[in-house]
């Protein structure tokens, strides 16, 4: 009996082997057999990293051999897609490949120097360093904290800049106005979802690679709080809520109101007519600006709301002394491993004009610096990143967003909580990205707490606010 199954076991590993030979493709580079491969992808995550290509030959119809040869060019190169035994090449699609062999020239840089952060830089970082063994590069990556920043010192310092840094989206303004950052051809951004795009160019030229976002969301523990029952959750329905357990929890709602992160989506669901211009005339002195700052100085005041810090707010949260704050996505690995109890909704729908409060987009961006030695191979491992296969295995083990629109739409079957955050996604805003913006935001972090504590009214921050923005324009503009 022994000897059947060894039998039966060895014809089954012959039969895997000769599939497997029937459906491997030849992969060669100037006419060199390099690998046999047999599945799904790219061809430039199967080749290694190249500087340029220009001519592709592929024998496919085992019976004839047909041979087609036709020339591309590295952007061209960067689309062609092998599924299994079929491969497209712009549109076209051949059936039966045997082998495959692209005229071009390897890149002959062996060495990177990468800056991660945030949350998954374990995997992040295992991610990167098996790409490089695989492609004989050896890459130092250094996980670092406020890469931003660093990443300016090091410019100003004329030192040698690393090849490859991951940075908040926030800071691409900064980092360009500064002249530290230098321009990605768009076609490592053919897979990038159309949203986040805009938050990447410059003067119609683009200087960074998205790698996954956040987004804002309303985290409830249901032991403590009844919101599963609304299908389309207000805020008057979560205040209800909130004031009925005011005697039981601690803290029954709770977010940091005095952040203008949190205040934005306020601001975004009162501007019902347009009237905000975030990206151009950026002002204070607005209705939708007056009528949010109006409504969080109330609610300050209710017994069932408290403001608490982001760390605060947290640990409050996961000891139950908190039912429901205001959060984003990137909460949700944190608390899975933790292992409490809670649930997510997108976040509440504005009464007064029944818009949804705005989600703000928090993207963690890819930047090369200027005068790094590596660019062309850095533009590869860019692109390897943002490949289906990496978005997937990332995003969906750290709970991120995706920036592939491909990946991303299959996400939301994944689980409810995807589909609970991307329903909503027509609601997504990103954060203003101009040069008004930091000082904005620096202004009204400073403004709400006087405001919050009743040392000055609605109207007189808003008058000082905008006079403040006003004189820091003229400070530019003098400057210039």
Known sequence: MGSNKKKIFCLFIIACLSIFKLFAIDINLNNEKIKSYYSSEFLYNIYPPLYDVWEISVTYNNLENTTQSQEINIEEFN????????????????????????????????????????????????????????????????????????????????TTPPDLVLVADSNLIDLYNDNTIQTLPKYLLNDVNSTIMNKLSFNGKYYASPFYYDVQLLFYNPNLIDLDKYDNLSLSNLEYEANKIKNKVEVPLTWNSYSLYWLLPFIYSFNINNS??????????????YDAISYIKELNEKPYFKPLEKNAMLSYFINKKAAAILSASYSIPYFDQLG??????????????????????????????????????????????????IQKQFCL??????????????????????????????????????ENYQTYKNILWKLLRFVFTDQLTVNEVIEKGEQLLINNKKEIGEEK
């Open 340 to 389: 409490i109890y809670y649930e997510v909704a997108p976040l509440p729908i504005n009464d007064i004009t029944n818009q949804r409060l705005k989600p703000l987009i928090d993207s963690k961006v890819f930047v090369i610096p200027k005068g790094s030695h590596n660019t062309i191979l850095s533009y590869r491992l860019l692109q390897y990143l943002m490949s289906y296969k």
């Open 397 to 434: 083990s750290q709970f991120k967003l995706s920036a592939n629109e491909t990946v991303e739409k299959e996400f939301e079957e994944t689980n409810s909580y995807y589909k609970k955050i991307l329903k909503n996604k027509e609601a997504f805003q990103l954060i203003p990205n101009n």
């Open 276 to 289: 905000i211009d975030f990206d151009n005339d950026l002002s204070i002195n607005n209705q939708p600006t």
């Open 79 to 158: 689309t062609i897609y092998l599924n299994k035994n079929s491969l497209t090449i712009n549109n076209n699609k051949l059936n039966n490949i045997k082998d495959i062999n692209i005229s071009g020239e390897k890149i002959e840089s062996t060495n990177l120097e990468v800056w991660i952060g945030w949350e998954g830089t374990d995997l992040l970082k295992e991610i990167i360093t098996d790409w490089g063994k695989n492609n004989n590069i050896k890459i130092n990556i250094i996980n670092a904290t406020n890469t931003a920043s660093r990443l300016k010192t090091v410019n100003k310092s004329k």
